[in-house]
């Protein structure tokens, strides 16, 4: 991996954690990891909506450098659109990252494509980064549909912006059968997928931005595998969902230099 692809290991805490849960478990966090741990990775936590202003004020006031996350917004800055986020109000909070086009979303909620490159794009304009997911479900893998799934995600996520923005995002290659399942892509198999990743970034917005842009595995990691898949030469960090609900599995899977 690159020197300047510093990994980012963000937490997806999905529909889990009220806020005083969120300060307990970020509490546990802050005595877990120490500035040495920040220098080497980047760490970002995406709670729920309800959790971020809460969140906001813990991570700011104890002084942790933490990233703020959210898993989701909507593309307009405001509106009639009950129910949904707009992303100025994020920004407001000091949101740094923001998770875009998660496979939850796709399947439960109806996403498509053409809203996720939306989403993608009002989240540079508000001056977040996007976390663009993709990935492929068992049939689509077993049916070696998988690459053509993907490049179509990347394609429609991606295809609105500039080179310079693709070079600062985040793309994260979360197979769907791996998520919350225990069953982890391979290190391999999540190499070639996040290398055919990086190599159509490069067809689509040229080398620079490709050799620049992260590239996140998730889907099952912990820290028993952190290592191993962050070893891989094109994956620059994890997306974590269920293990980022329990802070000590959280803290190793940062320090999964150590392991
Ligand atoms: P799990 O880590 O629970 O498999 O979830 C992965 C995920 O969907 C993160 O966004």
Redesign the pocket.
């Known amino acids: 991996m690159p020197a300047e692809r510093k990994p980012l290991i963000s937490g997806?805490w999905k529909m889990n954690l009220n806020h005083f849960e969120a300060t307990a478990t970020l509490d546990k966090l802050r005595y877990l990891l120490a500035k040495d741990d920040y220098e080497v990775v980047d760490v970002s936590v995406h709670p729920p909506f309800t959790d971020i202003r809460t969140v906001q004020t813990f991570l700011e006031s104890e002084k942790v450098p933490i990233a703020i996350g959210a898993q989701n917004c909507h593309w307009e800055d405001k509106g009639a659109y009950t129910g949904e986020v707009a992303p100025p109000m994020l920004a407001k909070l000091n949101v740094a990252y923001v998770?875009v086009g998660?496979s939850e979303r796709r399947e439960i909620f109806g996403e498509t494509d053409v809203e996720v490159g939306r989403k993608v794009k009002a989240v540079f304009t508000h001056g977040m980064t996007p976390i663009l997911c993709c990935g492929e479900t068992l049939e689509e893998r077993e049916g070696e549909a998988h690459h053509g799934k993907i490049t179509g995600q990347v394609h429609a996520g991606i295809e609105v912006l500039t080179a310079e923005q693709v070079a600062t995002m985040v793309i994260a290659y979360?197979p769907i059968w791996?998520?919350?399942?225990g069953r982890t892509a391979s290190a391999d198999d999540a190499q070639e997928v996040c290398g055919w990743i990086r190599a159509k970034v490069a067809d689509m917005k040229g080398a620079d931005a490709a050799a620049a842009v992260r590239i996140q595995y998730?889907?099952?990691?912990k820290a028993a595998n952190a290592a191993e898949l962050m070893g891989q030469p094109d994956i620059d960090g994890a997306?974590?969902?269920?293990?980022a609900l329990d802070p000590d599995e959280f803290a190793k899977i940062v320090q999964f230099r150590l392991a």
């Not at 791996?178 to 399942?181: F, R």
């Not at 997306?239 to 293990?243: D, N, Q, Y």
């Open positions: 997806n998770i998660h979360e791996a998520i919350g399942t998730g889907g099952s990691v997306l974590v969902g269920g293990a």
